[in-house]
Protein backbone atom coordinates (compact mmCIF):
# COMPACT_ATOMS: atom_id res chain seq x y z
CA UNK A 1 0.00 0.00 0.00
CA UNK A 2 2.30 2.42 -0.87
CA UNK A 3 1.99 6.69 -1.33
CA UNK A 4 3.57 8.58 -4.16
CA UNK A 5 4.13 12.12 -4.41
CA UNK A 6 4.96 14.74 -1.78
CA UNK A 7 4.18 13.80 1.88
CA UNK A 8 1.31 15.81 2.91
CA UNK A 9 1.71 18.05 6.03
CA UNK A 10 0.48 16.46 9.37
CA UNK A 11 -2.17 18.90 10.70
CA UNK A 12 -1.80 19.66 14.41
CA UNK A 13 -4.93 18.57 16.57
CA UNK A 14 -5.87 21.52 19.18
CA UNK A 15 -7.73 20.81 22.59
CA UNK A 16 -7.38 23.83 23.46
CA UNK A 17 -10.85 24.58 24.03
CA UNK A 18 -11.37 21.51 26.09
CA UNK A 19 -8.88 21.64 28.92
CA UNK A 20 -9.48 18.55 30.01
CA UNK A 21 -8.83 16.60 26.88
CA UNK A 22 -5.66 19.31 26.51
CA UNK A 23 -4.18 17.93 29.42
CA UNK A 24 -3.66 14.66 28.58
CA UNK A 25 -1.39 15.23 25.73
CA UNK A 26 1.55 17.58 26.74
CA UNK A 27 3.03 17.42 23.90
CA UNK A 28 2.04 17.83 20.18
CA UNK A 29 -1.04 15.97 18.49
CA UNK A 30 -0.91 15.11 15.41
CA UNK A 31 -3.72 13.89 12.74
CA UNK A 32 -3.95 10.60 11.38
CA UNK A 33 -6.14 11.73 8.61
CA UNK A 34 -3.22 10.75 6.17
CA UNK A 35 -0.76 8.62 7.98
CA UNK A 36 2.92 7.84 5.84
CA UNK A 37 4.73 5.42 7.36
CA UNK A 38 8.29 5.62 7.33
CA UNK A 39 9.02 3.20 5.05
CA UNK A 40 6.69 4.92 2.25
CA UNK A 41 3.39 2.79 3.00
CA UNK A 42 -0.57 4.46 4.11
CA UNK A 43 -1.83 3.14 7.23
CA UNK A 44 -5.47 3.00 7.50
CA UNK A 45 -6.67 2.18 4.28
CA UNK A 46 -9.75 -0.65 4.35
CA UNK A 47 -8.79 -3.49 2.13
CA UNK A 48 -12.40 -6.09 0.95
CA UNK A 49 -13.02 -8.06 -1.82
CA UNK A 50 -16.21 -5.72 -2.99
CA UNK A 51 -17.75 -8.32 -5.21
CA UNK A 52 -17.05 -12.34 -6.70
CA UNK A 53 -17.63 -13.72 -3.11
CA UNK A 54 -19.26 -16.89 -2.93
CA UNK A 55 -22.92 -15.79 -1.97
CA UNK A 56 -23.51 -17.97 1.41
CA UNK A 57 -23.91 -16.77 5.32
CA UNK A 58 -20.37 -16.13 6.41
CA UNK A 59 -20.29 -16.53 9.88
CA UNK A 60 -19.83 -13.57 11.95
CA UNK A 61 -16.83 -13.96 14.37
CA UNK A 62 -17.87 -14.57 18.47
CA UNK A 63 -15.74 -11.94 19.26
CA UNK A 64 -16.68 -8.33 19.27
CA UNK A 65 -14.48 -5.84 18.40
CA UNK A 66 -13.15 -2.16 20.51
CA UNK A 67 -13.65 1.03 19.33
CA UNK A 68 -11.98 3.08 22.34
CA UNK A 69 -12.54 6.70 23.46
CA UNK A 70 -9.01 8.03 25.35
CA UNK A 71 -7.53 11.23 25.62
CA UNK A 72 -10.37 13.06 24.15
CA UNK A 73 -9.56 9.99 20.48
CA UNK A 74 -11.38 7.50 19.01
CA UNK A 75 -9.01 4.44 18.52
CA UNK A 76 -8.04 2.48 16.35
CA UNK A 77 -8.72 5.18 13.57
CA UNK A 78 -10.19 2.44 11.31
CA UNK A 79 -11.95 -0.95 12.60
CA UNK A 80 -14.16 -3.43 10.66
CA UNK A 81 -17.13 -5.46 11.99
CA UNK A 82 -19.16 -7.99 10.27
CA UNK A 83 -22.81 -7.84 9.87
CA UNK A 84 -24.50 -9.51 13.02
CA UNK A 85 -20.92 -9.14 14.89
CA UNK A 86 -20.72 -6.66 17.80
CA UNK A 87 -19.18 -3.24 17.99
CA UNK A 88 -18.04 -2.56 21.47
CA UNK A 89 -17.36 1.06 22.21
CA UNK A 90 -15.50 2.56 25.28
CA UNK A 91 -14.91 5.28 26.95
CA UNK A 92 -12.04 5.59 29.26
CA UNK A 93 -12.20 9.23 29.72
CA UNK A 94 -12.90 11.48 32.73
CA UNK A 95 -15.49 13.17 30.59
CA UNK A 96 -18.50 12.45 28.79
CA UNK A 97 -18.15 11.62 25.16
CA UNK A 98 -20.90 10.94 22.35
CA UNK A 99 -21.01 8.56 19.63
CA UNK A 100 -22.82 8.87 16.33
CA UNK A 101 -22.19 7.10 13.31
CA UNK A 102 -23.15 9.17 9.95
CA UNK A 103 -24.52 6.13 8.29
CA UNK A 104 -25.89 6.08 5.06
CA UNK A 105 -27.29 2.51 4.98
CA UNK A 106 -27.24 0.98 8.46
CA UNK A 107 -29.39 2.51 11.70
CA UNK A 108 -28.01 5.80 12.77
CA UNK A 109 -27.44 6.81 16.09
CA UNK A 110 -25.94 9.11 18.74
CA UNK A 111 -25.48 8.08 22.42
CA UNK A 112 -24.24 9.85 25.04
CA UNK A 113 -21.57 7.94 26.93
CA UNK A 114 -20.77 8.65 30.80
CA UNK A 115 -17.14 9.08 31.93
CA UNK A 116 -15.09 5.37 32.00
CA UNK A 117 -18.53 3.92 31.98
CA UNK A 118 -19.68 0.45 30.36
CA UNK A 119 -19.07 -0.01 26.83
CA UNK A 120 -21.96 0.56 24.45
CA UNK A 121 -22.44 -2.47 22.10
CA UNK A 122 -23.92 -2.31 19.10
CA UNK A 123 -24.77 -4.15 15.55
CA UNK A 124 -24.66 -3.41 12.34
CA UNK A 125 -26.98 -5.33 9.58
CA UNK A 126 -26.21 -4.12 6.39
CA UNK A 127 -22.54 -4.04 4.66
CA UNK A 128 -21.18 -0.09 4.53
CA UNK A 129 -17.80 0.95 3.69
CA UNK A 130 -15.83 4.08 5.94
CA UNK A 131 -18.63 5.20 8.31
CA UNK A 132 -17.43 8.26 9.86
CA UNK A 133 -17.85 7.78 13.75
CA UNK A 134 -17.94 10.96 15.54
CA UNK A 135 -18.38 13.11 19.04
CA UNK A 136 -20.76 15.67 18.91
CA UNK A 137 -19.08 16.84 22.29
CA UNK A 138 -15.15 17.29 20.54
CA UNK A 139 -15.30 17.81 16.65
CA UNK A 140 -11.61 16.54 16.22
CA UNK A 141 -12.54 13.21 17.11
CA UNK A 142 -13.29 10.53 14.17
CA UNK A 143 -12.86 7.12 13.28
CA UNK A 144 -14.23 5.42 10.41
CA UNK A 145 -16.63 1.73 10.93
CA UNK A 146 -16.35 -0.81 7.60
CA UNK A 147 -19.19 -3.68 7.80
CA UNK A 148 -18.78 -6.67 5.61
CA UNK A 149 -20.17 -9.75 5.28
CA UNK A 150 -17.36 -11.96 4.74
CA UNK A 151 -14.24 -12.92 6.24
CA UNK A 152 -12.02 -11.45 3.49
CA UNK A 153 -10.90 -7.78 4.85
CA UNK A 154 -8.34 -6.11 6.13
CA UNK A 155 -6.81 -2.49 7.61
CA UNK A 156 -3.06 -1.32 7.01
CA UNK A 157 -1.44 -0.52 9.69
CA UNK A 158 2.63 0.11 10.33
CA UNK A 159 4.57 -2.14 7.56
CA UNK A 160 1.24 -1.07 5.10
CA UNK A 161 1.25 -4.67 4.05
CA UNK A 162 -2.18 -6.72 4.01
CA UNK A 163 -2.93 -10.42 3.67
CA UNK A 164 -6.38 -11.82 2.75
CA UNK A 165 -6.54 -15.45 3.76
CA UNK A 166 -8.36 -18.60 2.92
CA UNK A 167 -9.61 -16.89 -0.72
CA UNK A 168 -11.82 -19.35 -2.41
CA UNK A 169 -10.56 -19.95 -5.85
CA UNK A 170 -12.24 -17.01 -8.30
CA UNK A 171 -12.34 -13.74 -9.74
CA UNK A 172 -12.41 -10.33 -7.46
CA UNK A 173 -12.89 -7.42 -7.04
CA UNK A 174 -10.28 -6.24 -4.58
CA UNK A 175 -11.43 -2.51 -2.84
CA UNK A 176 -8.76 -0.18 -1.09
CA UNK A 177 -10.46 2.57 0.65
CA UNK A 178 -8.56 5.74 2.48
CA UNK A 179 -10.93 8.38 4.22
CA UNK A 180 -9.11 11.07 2.23
CA UNK A 181 -7.42 10.10 -0.91
CA UNK A 182 -10.66 7.68 -1.73
CA UNK A 183 -11.14 4.37 -3.01
CA UNK A 184 -9.04 2.25 -6.02
CA UNK A 185 -10.20 -1.51 -7.48
CA UNK A 186 -8.39 -4.16 -8.84
CA UNK A 187 -9.42 -7.33 -10.68
CA UNK A 188 -7.83 -10.11 -9.35
CA UNK A 189 -7.95 -14.32 -10.46
CA UNK A 190 -7.35 -16.79 -7.37
CA UNK A 191 -6.42 -20.45 -8.97
CA UNK A 192 -6.59 -23.31 -6.16
CA UNK A 193 -3.93 -22.90 -3.32
CA UNK A 194 -2.74 -20.09 -4.98
CA UNK A 195 -1.13 -16.99 -4.39
CA UNK A 196 -1.51 -13.53 -5.40
CA UNK A 197 0.19 -10.27 -4.91
CA UNK A 198 -1.82 -6.64 -5.34
CA UNK A 199 -0.32 -3.52 -4.97
CA UNK A 200 -2.03 -0.33 -4.59
CA UNK A 201 -0.62 2.92 -5.00
CA UNK A 202 -2.51 6.47 -3.28
CA UNK A 203 -1.12 9.96 -4.49
CA UNK A 204 -2.18 12.92 -1.99
CA UNK A 205 -5.02 15.26 -3.64
Not at 49 to 59: C, D, Q
Not at 126 to 150: Q, S
Not at 188 to 202: D, I, L, P
Request: proline share 9%; with cysteine.
Amino acid sequence: MTFEGNKPVVKPISMDAVPACAKQHPARIESEEVFVNGNGTLRNVFIHLKSGVPAKAWPAPAAPVLLDQKGCLFSPRVVVVHTGQTLEIGNADPMMHNVHPLTRLNEEFNVAQPPQGERLRKQFATPEVMIPMVCNMHPWMKAFVNVVNHPFYAVTGSEGTFKLAGVPPGRYEIEAVHERLGAKTLLVTVGAREEQSVQFSFRSN
